[in-house]
């Protein structure tokens, strides 16, 4: 039968920590993922009723996307020791589906955007900035956008 009480020490650290290089995750996850759980570690023993505590304490420090991020390293880290009944649910969010209008650029502002870059000299960064709003792709497919003369 498992325990409901858990205790992390250095060693169970220390292992996620080499789990998580060894699975080739990226440093800075792995750097953010060891700041989280060492957060947790504050609270020494870890029961459902201290999880769920410290998912209120994060919404109440943390804007929602940073909690569940937290969340995630941490639920990671339990699964990784064998301790899946003590993870908790991701904070729930209601997904806007259009676009806040005050969050866009008015065709103006995107113009004066394109023309600062020109006149410092940037052409390519106007020219990306073209792309993007005419073809509406996504900034990290930019890359696979060719110049064929």
Do not use: P
């Not at 205790?7 to 789990?19: A, G, P, Q, S, V």
């Not at 459902?48 to 969340?71: P, T, V």
């Amino acid at each position: 039968m498992l325990k409901n009480t858990i205790t992390i020490d250095r060693n169970d650290l220390e292992e996620f920590e080499r789990y998580l290089y060894e699975r080739e995750n990226a440093r800075a996850t792995i750097r953010k993922y060891m700041t989280d759980i060492r957060t947790l570690c504050r609270y020494l023993e870890v029961d459902k009723r201290r999880m769920l505590l410290y998912k209120e304490w994060l919404l109440a420090h943390y804007a929602i996307s940073s909690a569940n991020s937290m969340l995630a390293a941490l639920n990671q880290f339990l699964k990784f020791k064998g301790y899946d009944f003590l993870t908790v649910k991701r904070i729930k969010t209601q997904r806007n589906l259009f676009r806040q209008e005050e969050r866009e650029l008015t065709k103006g502002e995107f113009r004066r955007l394109v023309e600062a870059a020109r006149r410092q000299g940037k052409e390519q960064l106007a020219l990306c900035m073209e792309t993007i709003a005419v073809t509406g792709i996504r900034i990290s497919k930019l890359q696979y956008f060719t110049v064929e003369r």
